[in-house]
């Protein structure tokens, strides 16, 4: 089952949050309109803390939930190698379970 949510990356304004290409580029996750398709069921995303940008800091989408701040979980069940908190010890996203925090 999809679903549209508001847009993480640009908090649903369709425009580029940091306005790297233009300053009139659109938001290059929802394309613009300010929403983005996601399937249920819906876990926010660890490793941005749900805000769709790259917590490394560089100006670009979250590479776990590609900038919608959500992943798609169908468990509850906790990676243990990160404790489910996406992260491996280097910052980058865990390698088991790639960031979402949770093995489906
Ligand atoms: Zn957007
Ligand atoms: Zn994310
Ligand atoms: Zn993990």
Redesign the pocket.
């Known amino acids: 089952m999809t679903k549209m949510i508001k847009c993480a990356f640009c908090s649903g304004t369709g425009m580029d949050p940091f306005e790297l290409l233009s300053p009139v580029s659109h938001c290059l996750v929802c394309d613009g309109t300010g929403q983005v398709e996601v399937k249920e069921p819906l876990k926010k995303?660890v490793?941005?803390s749900g805000s769709?940008k790259n917590p490394l800091g560089s100006r670009v989408t979250?590479i776990?939930?590609g900038g919608k701040?959500m992943n798609h979980c169908e468990c509850n069940t906790k990676c243990l190698q990160c404790k489910g908190t996406g992260k491996s010890s280097d910052r980058l996203p865990c390698t088991r379970c790639g960031g979402k925090g949770c093995i489906c």
């Open positions: 995303c490793f941005c769709g979250c776990v939930c701040g």
